[in-house]
């Protein structure tokens, strides 16, 4: 019998998924991995998998693009009836993309309990549709598992019972420490020796759908280079959007790279004097790698990075961009500390709670394991 059944469906995920199926697999809890074809690239979604380690899916939904309303709807009519066949005690699904939602949806309308990895984390920003995928994800999940304390406030204001939380770490992390040592070196990846770089990371909506501002993050990019060579691994969003407003020319001079596999993106982010990005997992990845980030984003709902770690929110701005900079290349950056339980044990901590909370009939709240409160 199946007792959980796993859903990855975008790059992201995979990085979250991986430490938790060998965390289920070591305790004897017995799991299926179900991939929603969400990122149905090769270079983003079949490298990891073999650069990760994770298992071969069972189910392979094969979703591919489409609105977020498309994809969302596609994804819910493809995985119901893998549910219906699988009949798992629980479905675990990670992080905020479309897939996270749409498979937590279907579970919850079949009585099937939800487990949320990466639960309550918020940028109170509703413009950005992840802020939607996560609101309404934790509002239906059983059990939640957090990566940072702050994320336990967010969950008990919007109504959500604290007993259903429980405060494990980041799995990202786990990943992370897990791969650190099998990084490929900056040098294969570039081609070259650099002795600092940036490296720079733009796929947002908001960064690089507008032209003006897509314009504008290109030209102070530009200046940076000058005094610090930028490497790119150029998102096919923003490289679409780049051919399409004719912004070719603000690549000159930028080692500009394809998407790159996990392994060559932790040893490029390793080896680098400072990370420009738009992304959020890249901002705790820093944290954890100690290198200095500036966050091309007006808000985060990873808040820990801030007042703790090594980011630093500078949105769009070109003028507050370069006074970051200037700051990183006079006194070295933000420094920060690694948060608690960004240990590399957090999924272990996961699997260890499942193993009591699988037993409980549904809408049992008793958790035994590390509480949040």
């Given at each position: 019998m199946t007792q959980v059944l796993c859903v990855a469906g975008a790059r992201p995920n995979f990085m979250k998924i991986a430490p938790v199926m060998a965390a289920l697999a070591e305790t004897g809890i017995a799991a299926q991995l179900l991939?929603?074809?969400?990122?149905?690239?090769?270079?983003?979604?079949d490298s990891f998998f073999a650069d990760l380690g994770i298992p071969r899916p069972?189910?392979?939904?094969?979703?591919?693009?489409?609105?977020?309303?498309?994809?969302?709807a596609e994804v819910m009519k493809r995985f119901e009836p893998v549910l219906e066949t699988v009949q798992p005690q629980a479905v675990l699904v990670v992080g905020d993309v479309n897939s996270t939602l749409a498979c937590a949806l279907v579970a919850a309308k079949h009585g099937v309990r939800v487990i949320h990895v990466e639960a309550g984390l918020r940028s109170y920003d509703r413009g950005m549709p992840e802020e939607?995928?996560?609101?309404?994800?934790d509002q239906i999940s059983d059990l939640l598992f957090i990566t940072e304390k702050s994320a336990l406030a967010n969950l008990v204001r919007e109504g959500i019972d604290p007993a259903r939380v429980e405060f494990v770490g980041n799995v990202m992390i786990d990943t992370l420490y897990r791969n650190l040592e099998r990084a490929v070196?900056?040098?294969?990846?570039?081609?070259?020796?650099?002795?600092?770089?940036?490296?720079?990371?733009?796929?947002?909506?908001?960064?690089?759908?507008?032209?003006?501002?897509?314009?504008?993050?290109?030209?102070?990019?530009g200046e940076i280079n000058r005094s610090l060579p930028v490497a790119m691994p150029l998102h096919p969003r923003t490289r679409g959007n780049i051919e399409k407003f004719g912004f070719t020319a603000r690549l000159d001079g930028l080692h500009i790279l394809p998407p790159l596999g996990y392994l060559e993106m932790l040893g490029l982010m390793r080896d680098a004097k400072l990370v420009l990005t738009d992304s959020g997992g890249i901002q705790e990845e820093t944290t954890a790698l100690g290198v200095p980030c500036l966050t091309l984003r007006e808000n985060t709902e990873r808040p820990i990075t801030l007042t703790e770690g090594t980011n630093t929110l500078v949105g769009p701005d070109p003028a507050a961009i370069r006074a970051a900079f200037s700051d990183v290349m006079s006194n070295g950056g933000k420094a920060g500390r690694i948060p608690e339980y960004w240990?590399?044990?957090?999924?272990?901590?996961?699997?260890?709670?499942?193993?009591?909370?699988?037993?409980?009939?549904?809408?049992a709240s008793a958790i035994s394991g590390i509480k949040a409160a």
């Open positions: 991939h929603t074809g969400q990122h149905y690239d090769a270079a983003m979604s069972e189910h392979h939904l094969e979703v591919g693009s489409g609105s977020h309303a498309v994809q969302t939607i995928n996560r609101v309404l994800t070196p900056a040098s294969h990846t570039l081609g070259t020796l650099l002795p600092q770089y940036a490296v720079l990371t733009l796929h947002r909506p908001s960064n690089v759908d507008d032209p003006d501002t897509l314009a504008a993050l290109l030209d102070v990019i240990d590399g044990r957090a999924a272990m901590r996961i699997a260890y709670t499942l193993k009591g909370w699988l037993p409980q009939r549904k809408g």
